[in-house]
């Protein structure tokens, strides 16, 4: 961006969106160790937007403002999901290649598209998943949450993390989608690394496509009563591209989010013998915890990404054709402007932005929701005499771009 400052102290500001060390990078060590801090560094000195570096320095601006973030996400006339209209993959200066290209790159989804074409994808997505929803989502929870707590229930301890919120989530998927048990491990895994970036994320991605690529072939030969089928066979008349790429899509969407939210519902509980003895008693609702999760800590912390389709002014800055810009709804959801005091308590208010917002909003919430309610019950009654096994201020985070997620939760119970 070329623009020349202004001389007029409330003139938008133009900050250029280039190669340069002078900006903060969302992937450095101090975005991992403490991204909230950043988000609040960013926030003070560039206001409710801000320019940032993604991995490759690729240039981004960051939405910081509750405000803006809803401006953006309400508005695809003004910022598309169309990644082919991205200046810097269009003139070449992003690769294919690039770890970005699984989470931002176009692909033949209702995610990458607008208007017309997105109505009929998403049609298609939604009425597959409300399918799926009245076959017995509760009921799959039910019966992978108790086989997880199996594994661990005569230890007399666990890590709900690494043997429990990782991996219960993708098992339901696996039924959901028509996909053999044995899959959900190895899809797991790579549903996180395409989530961490880095030189293996287009590896796994490959890994990902491969399976459900064969799945829709098994499907189109054998149809089920699953997800996949009922992409198939839906009247949108989805071709085989199409197919996988939703498949992909609700995959790495509904895994990695609910397995975030539901390692930070647990840890809400645990290190809270309030909350713990509430939901014990049936005093407090389970959907209460979930709704401050989500407040304070959205299983995605930013959200690729929106392109500019005109020059305008967004948080006092000028924004060009062809931006990139990434949504932070972690940053935006404890916005001073919407939230002067964090304190306060959010129970009853569902106008977060973890779900994001407009006509992308997560058409799979419901069902997450279930997921996430289903294994803290099922949890709470296998398990009594649960508690956490460390100090609360032990447990830690790791981010990366595009979420913040838990690295443990060990916890003790008797055996």
């Given at each position: 961006m070329n623009a020349q400052p202004s001389n007029d102290p409330d003139a938008p500001r133009?900050?250029?969106?280039?190669h340069g060390s002078e900006l903060t990078r969302l992937f450095g060590p101090e975005a991992s160790t403490d991204p909230g801090a950043t988000y609040e560094r960013l926030r003070k000195e560039h206001g409710s937007v801000?320019?940032?570096?993604?991995?490759?320095?690729?240039?981004?601006?960051?939405?910081?403002?509750?405000?803006?973030?809803?401006?953006?996400?309400?508005?695809?006339?003004?910022?598309?999901?169309?990644?082919?209209?991205?200046?810097?993959?269009?003139?070449?200066?992003?690769?294919?290649t690039s770890p970005l290209i699984p989470m931002i790159g176009w692909r033949p989804d209702c995610v990458s598209q607008d208007g017309e074409p997105h109505r009929r994808l998403r049609g298609a997505v939604t009425d597959g998943l409300q399918?799926?929803?009245?076959?017995?989502?509760r009921r799959h929870a039910t019966?992978?949450?108790?086989?997880?707590?199996?594994?661990?229930?005569?230890?007399?301890?666990?890590?709900?993390?690494?043997?429990?919120?990782?991996?219960?989530?993708?098992?339901?998927?696996?039924?959901?989608?028509?996909?053999?048990?044995?899959?959900?491990?190895?899809?797991?895994?790579?549903s996180a690394?395409?989530?961490?970036?880095?030189?293996?994320?287009?590896?796994?991605?490959?890994?990902?496509m491969e399976i459900l690529s064969a799945l829709a072939e098994r499907k189109r030969a054998e149809p089920g009563s699953d997800f996949t089928t009922a992409l198939i066979e839906h009247h949108a008349g989805l071709d085989e591209d199409e197919v996988v790429n939703h498949l992909r899509l609700v995959l790495i969407a509904a895994h990695t989010t609910t397995s975030n939210l539901l390692a930070r519902v647990l840890q809400l509980i645990l290190t809270d013998t309030t909350r713990l003895s509430g939901l014990i008693s049936g005093e407090l609702d389970i959907s209460a915890v979930v709704q401050e999760a989500?407040?304070?800590?959205?299983?995605?912390?930013?959200?690729?990404?929106?392109?500019?389709?005109?020059?305008?002014?967004?948080?006092?800055?000028?924004?060009?054709?062809?931006?990139?810009?990434?949504?932070?709804?972690?940053?935006g959801n404890v916005d001073p402007e919407v939230r002067p005091d964090l304190g306060v308590s959010?129970?009853?208010?569902?106008?977060?932005?973890?779900?994001?917002?407009?006509?992308?909003?997560?058409?799979?919430?419901?069902?997450?929701?279930?997921?996430?309610?289903?294994?803290?019950?099922?949890?709470?009654?296998?398990?009594?005499?649960?508690?956490?096994?460390?100090a609360a201020e032990e447990l830690s985070s790791t981010a990366f771009t595009w979420e913040s997620r838990l690295d443990s939760l060990p916890v003790e119970f008797p055996a």
């Open positions: 133009s900050c250029p969106l280039g801000a320019p940032v570096l993604l991995e490759g320095d690729v240039p981004a601006w960051l939405v910081l403002g509750y405000r803006d973030n809803r401006r953006v996400l309400d508005n695809p006339r003004q910022f598309t999901r169309d990644a082919r209209t991205w200046r810097d993959w269009r003139e070449g200066r992003v690769d294919d399918a799926a929803a009245d076959r017995g989502v019966h992978f949450a108790n086989k997880q707590i199996d594994a661990f229930a005569e230890a007399g301890r666990a890590d709900l993390v690494s043997d429990y919120a990782e991996h219960l989530p993708m098992l339901v998927l696996t039924r959901i989608l028509g996909l053999p048990q044995g899959e959900g491990r190895r899809l797991a895994e790579s690394h395409v989530l961490k970036g880095g030189e293996d994320a287009l590896t796994h991605n490959d890994r990902i989500m407040w304070n800590t959205p299983p995605l912390a930013v959200l690729p990404g929106r392109v500019a389709t005109a020059d305008l002014e967004l948080g006092g800055h000028r924004i060009q054709e062809g931006d990139l810009m990434v949504l932070g709804l972690a940053a959010v129970q009853g208010n569902d106008a977060h932005l973890a779900f994001s917002s407009g006509p992308h909003e997560c058409p799979g919430q419901g069902i997450g929701m279930a997921i996430v309610e289903i294994a803290v019950d099922v949890l709470l009654h296998r398990l009594p005499g649960l508690r956490l096994g460390v």
